[in-house]
């Protein structure tokens, strides 16, 4: 009797047992161990195995589209531009930042009708204070100083010594200038830049002269700004710091602009044919990255000091052996000449509990950093007329912080980006990615560090809708998902040591194909003003 009871007993046992198993093995918290460097008891570093929870794979995929956008509009001209972005953060909170805007030229403009098109990529450092900042400001800023350009009354004075200068006149009247020539557009947009920053810098001076009198000025007594409501406001963004990137496109003469401080960086990918139909994507690098180890950096920077200095302004890559960008907006502990800095720090900061760090030993003859950003214009055109047989769109531009950078070479970005529009799907070898989308050489990359990218076997992954999620997953392990997981499941800040935030703007512009394009109507969220 209990030999016969014992079979369905078995068999229940079997149905309930090993869907139990199952849902145990596939719930359980998986988990990975890194050695990381913490301070053992005596305060010295050491390096110590710590366990992390690894993150499934749909939970990095929600981290990838968590700071992802995507944009298309279609314009009179046939156009259609297209635009996504993305972020993902290694510090917390995020030190990068992004702005965008879409102005439409003001009818009175000569050059009418037409659109301004700016993209901006900030990556911060020593906290999100300038970047989130710069995120508001910078595009007004340059907006502004276009604007002022483009509409300056350039109308001959009508006094009598503007009179005798007509009269006596001995050549010919100079022709005027045309205001929007790609020279006087570059300098605004550096001259803008540049007035932002010391805006930027000067503005907890302007607090801290509001609040002297003339009674502590006699007594050399320096008030206490700590709770000043303008306190934190102010000497944050000037204290941290961040690179600044930015594309203007000028639709109206097919220009293109990219002004750069800092080591983010600007490609341009560029489908051309030969005779036998034969295509490939031309990489055009449109920003030098700007650190102590590009040449013409270094060069800069020891120009600007003295001979005695050419030793120091410049160790292992980085200004003054600290910061690694040599350009940026904040930093000011490598502006601001030493008693400056004394002083702001203990009128704003100490109450604060928030000091200032001291400038670096090396520290003599500041400014040593500046915002001014190298300016580089093109026909946006890039030279080619040629569409692509198998992609929507011809050309694109990629603006990212150097998170993507430190993973991935330029030509990876261009391949990818390309398959994407193409509409690769799956898993591709790295070694069979070149054969399905070819890339030839054009402007090269000035590299800003010594970088330690991904191995050139493994594979690339195809399967994010958004192209700026498409180019993180892959710098941060792509086909390899084991490697993805672990990478993107180290908490901040540890993650910050194998990773670095990273935001992606990629632009793409398809003529004529406004038919097939998803488009969204203007309104005043796409065109936000006139100029």
């Known amino acids: 009797m209990l030999r016969r009871a014992w079979?369905?007993?078995?068999?229940?046992?079997?149905?309930?047992?090993?869907?139990?198993?199952?849902?145990?093995?596939?719930?359980?918290?998986?988990?990975?161990?890194l050695a990381v460097k913490v301070r053992g008891a005596d305060g010295i570093p050491i390096m110590a195995n710590r366990t992390f929870s690894l993150l499934?794979?749909?939970?990095?995929?929600?981290?990838?589209?968590?700071?992802?956008?995507?944009?298309?509009?279609s314009r009179p001209d046939s156009t259609v531009w297209r635009y996504a972005t993305a972020s993902v953060a290694a510090n917390d909170p995020l030190e990068d930042a992004h702005a965008d805007a879409i102005i439409a030229r003001d009818p009175s403009d000569p050059s009418a009708p037409g659109d301004w098109l700016f993209f901006t990529v900030m990556d911060g450092h020593g906290g999100p204070h300038t970047s989130r900042l710069l995120s508001k400001t910078l595009i007004n800023a340059v907006v502004l100083e276009l604007s002022s350009l483009i509409h300056s009354s350039d109308v001959p004075k009508s006094g009598l010594l503007e009179k005798l200068k007509l009269v006596f006149r001995t050549s010919s009247p100079k022709s005027r200038e045309?205001?929007?020539?790609?020279?006087?557009?570059?300098?605004?947009?550096?001259?803008?830049?540049?007035?932002?920053?010391?805006?930027?810098?000067?503005?907890?001076?302007?607090?801290?002269?509001?609040?002297?009198?003339?009674?502590?000025i006699k007594k050399n007594i320096l008030p206490d700004l700590s709770k000043h409501p303008l306190a934190l406001q102010t000497m944050l963004p000037a204290v941290s710091g961040s690179c600044a990137l930015m594309a203007?496109?000028?639709?109206?003469?097919r220009h293109l602009y990219v002004a750069c401080s800092g080591d983010s960086r600007a490609v341009a990918g560029i489908w051309e044919e030969n005779e036998q139909g034969q295509g490939s994507w031309r990489v055009e690098v449109l920003s030098e990255d700007q650190t102590g180890r590009n040449p013409n950096?270094?060069?800069?920077?020891?120009?600007?000091?003295?001979?005695?200095?050419?030793?120091?302004?410049?160790?292992?890559?980085?200004?003054?052996?600290?910061?690694?960008?040599?350009?940026?907006?904040?930093?000011?502990?490598?502006?601001?000449?030493?008693?400056?800095?004394?002083?702001?720090?203990?009128?704003?900061?100490?109450?604060?509990?928030?000091?200032?760090r001291p400038p670096p030993s090396s520290f003599k003859?500041?400014?040593?950093?500046?915002?001014?950003?190298?300016?580089?214009?093109?026909?946006f055109d890039f030279g080619s007329a040629a569409r692509p047989s198998r992609s929507p769109?011809?050309?694109?531009?990629?603006?990212?912080?150097?998170?993507?950078?430190?993973?991935?070479?330029?030509?990876?970005?261009?391949?990818?980006?390309?398959?994407?529009?193409?509409?690769l799907k799956?898993?591709?070898?790295?070694?069979?990615?070149?054969?399905?989308?070819?890339?030839?050489?054009?402007?090269?990359?000035?590299?800003?560090?010594?970088?330690?990218?991904?191995?050139?076997?493994?594979?690339?992954?195809?399967?994010?809708?958004?192209?700026?999620?498409?180019?993180?997953?892959?710098?941060?392990?792509?086909?390899?998902?084991?490697?993805?997981?672990?990478?993107?499941?180290?908490?901040?800040?540890?993650?910050?040591?194998?990773?670095?935030d990273t935001t992606v703007t990629v632009v793409w512009w398809e003529d004529g194909q406004e038919g097939t394009a998803k488009t969204v109507t203007f309104s005043s969220d796409n065109i936000k003003a006139k100029l």
């Open 297 to 356: 950096e270094l060069k800069r920077i020891q120009s600007e000091h003295p001979p005695d200095e050419a030793g120091s302004v410049i160790r292992a890559g980085r200004v003054l052996g600290g910061l690694e960008p040599s350009r940026a907006f904040g930093d000011a502990r490598y502006k601001w000449p030493r008693d400056v800095q004394d002083i702001l720090n203990r009128a704003f900061l100490v109450g604060n509990d928030q000091p200032m």
């Open 365 to 379: 003859t500041p400014p040593y950093v500046t915002a001014t950003p190298v300016v580089t214009h093109r026909n």
């Open 426 to 500: 799956g898993v591709v070898s790295k070694t069979a990615l070149p054969e399905l989308v070819p890339t030839t050489s054009g402007a090269p990359t000035v590299e800003g560090k010594d970088k330690k990218r991904n191995s050139s076997s493994g594979s690339w992954s195809f399967e994010d809708e958004n192209v700026s999620s498409h180019l993180i997953r892959n710098a941060f392990g792509g086909g390899d998902t084991e490697a993805l997981r672990k990478l993107m499941s180290i908490p901040a800040p540890i993650a910050r040591s194998y990773r670095d």
């Open 56 to 73: 499934s794979q749909n939970a990095i995929k929600d981290r990838l589209i968590e700071n992802a956008s995507s944009n298309s509009f």
């Open 393 to 423: 769109a011809s050309r694109f531009v990629v603006l990212a912080t150097d998170g993507l950078w430190d993973k991935l070479s330029s030509e990876d970005v261009v391949a990818l980006v390309g398959g994407h529009l193409r509409g």
């Open 178 to 216: 045309d205001p929007q020539n790609p020279e006087r557009i570059s300098l605004a947009i550096r001259n803008a830049f540049t007035k932002l920053d010391q805006e930027l810098i000067n503005a907890p001076l302007s607090v801290l002269a509001a609040n002297l009198d003339a009674e502590s």
């Open 7 to 33: 079979k369905p007993l078995a068999a229940t046992t079997v149905l309930i047992g090993t869907p139990s198993y199952l849902y145990y093995t596939f719930t359980k918290q998986q988990t990975f161990d």
């Open 248 to 253: 203007v496109f000028d639709t109206t003469h």
